[in-house]
């Protein structure tokens, strides 16, 4: 590899760092002084594409890659609330995408290019899943925003709700709005309870 190729990565990494620091700025809307980051939002909206692709039949590591870019314009246009909608042009993220990468190698350059191209086509069902991926996620970030007791937050629910087009994302958002986000907790204990009295089954039986 080049210096300058190199360099072209080196300089994309320090601009995707920003997304660490841009707020999804929807959420001060609402009252939530310090809402989540872009890049903690996509990480979770990567994992989430990756397990509901999994249950689809879809290639899980496609999806998650998706859903890693899905957001990554924004260290050039802002995260956008719904209400600047009427107010301005909707962005191309492909263009966008593309300006991001031009210091980048061919392949590298290539590889991002193409997932962003494939999420904004919605054609793949990798790609639906992502996008199911980045729905799911604000409504279960709703959830553990209204769990501590942020009001005014039921709209987000309700709209991302409406997006879902899946049903293992349907089903999966379901579930998220009738259980606690404190549930893994006391899933694991379940667990561990489970695993205690086995061992002592099996010691018995020894």
Not at 136 to 142: F, I, Y
Request: negative net charge; hydrophobic residues 40%.
């Amino acid at each position: 590899m080049t210096h300058t190729a190199a360099s072209g990565i080196a300089a994309f990494t320090f601009e995707m760092g920003v997304l660490k620091r841009l707020r999804r700025s929807g959420w001060w809307q609402v009252g939530v002084r310090d809402p989540e980051s872009v890049a903690e939002h996509s990480l979770r909206v990567a994992q989430l594409a990756a397990l509901l692709a999994a249950e689809e039949g879809a290639d899980p590591a496609r999806a998650a890659y998706l859903a890693l870019w899905h957001d990554s314009q924004e260290t050039r246009i802002t995260d956008l609330p719904h209400t600047a909608r009427p107010y301005v042009t909707k962005p191309d993220n492909v263009a966008v995408t593309r300006d991001q990468v031009a210091p980048l190698p061919a392949a590298a350059a290539a590889t991002v290019v193409d997932a962003v191209t494939e999420f904004e086509a919605q054609q793949t069902p990798e790609a639906r899943c992502a996008r199911d991926a980045d729905k799911l996620e604000c409504l279960v970030q709703a959830v553990e925003y209204r769990h501590g007791g942020q009001a005014g937050v039921q709209e987000w629910i309700d709209s991302s709700y409406a997006a879902l087009r899946t049903e293992v994302a349907k089903r999966v958002a379901d579930a998220a709005l009738s259980l606690s986000p404190m549930s893994w907790r006391d899933m694991s204990r379940q667990d561990m309870r489970g695993q205690d009295v086995s061992r002592q089954d099996t010691s018995r039986q020894g």
